[in-house]
DNA sequence: CAATCCTGTAACTTATGTTGTTGCGTGGTC
DNA sequence: GACCACGCAACAACATAAGTTACAGGATTG
């Protein structure tokens, strides 16, 4: 599989519909991403579940955001695609007789356990409005800000 | 994909070679692990690289292990497999050009260094004979210890 | 009401990576 | 020399995300 791109693709347009006037297209989210409109409403699908946005059909239709970027998290998004497997690797099988193979798989299900609590617990900590003001950052620093270019000196 | 499974097999496939007597064939060990003596040469060649390992040709050949389990870690092991990656999920492209999609590979990029991190650590905190002692914990509750069996009372 | 727009969804194809399999070469042992 | 076991290449099978096509259904506009 090549890796899941959901959640990245998500936190993406959502920003977007936050500076977004009106409702956005699939189609044009699509465009944003790089992707296939049916892609983009497949995944929103999860979203719009949740509450973080609606869809409307018909003329002016479109998709639009239902909550501040401040009340989302990372990990609310992650939830709402339907919490994906996070780690690429694991044990054999599920239930192995061999009390070897099930030694092993407790090691290294305890290791993912940490890695899988860290990992979430991250990702709510992190809002969409941070990463909104981190992008805010990076847009004024194309201009704005005197960022040492060799013109000092 | 199917999630990988290479680092729990060549867990498994080291401490019964730790508890084997001589030199155990590839055939032996798919049998082991319910798989393949192809795709156990394929697997175990990056441990003989390390050393961890050797393998002998010929009558009496097959794999021998070629140092201690207190000696190797469960991150030793996920190196010598290649390294595979460990997240299921990552960015849509490489090097977007969007400055919101910048903004949002950087935040999830840092959650996941984080994670990483702390599952290297982890996994370099993990010896196969920790493994392999939860093991004989394992073995000894079967026969030995009293375990609550409905024989008391 | 008819035309148009956009979502909702199913079905199928493509892409990628692990796993499984076959075949054969090569070296080591008896 | 016969046999055994690894080494390796090549290919098939399988799983899953992503891309694509097709069409039904609801909403808006005139």
Redesign the pocket.
Known sequence: ??????L??MLHVLIHMDRHQG????????AM?????????????GL?DRGYVR?????????SLACSLADLTLLDVYRAI?E??LF??GP?CDRPECLVEQAVDAAVADVLKQAENLLLERLASVTLADVAADFDGRMGSLTGHSCQSRKAG
């Open positions: 599989m090549r890796r899941d791109s959901r990245s693709r409702a956005a297209t699939s189609e044009t989210i699509a991403l790089n992707t296939n409109p049916v892609v983009v409403r497949r995944t929103m699908a719009r869809s409307g059909k018909g003329h002016g239709g479109g998709w339907g994906p497997p690429a690797f054999a």
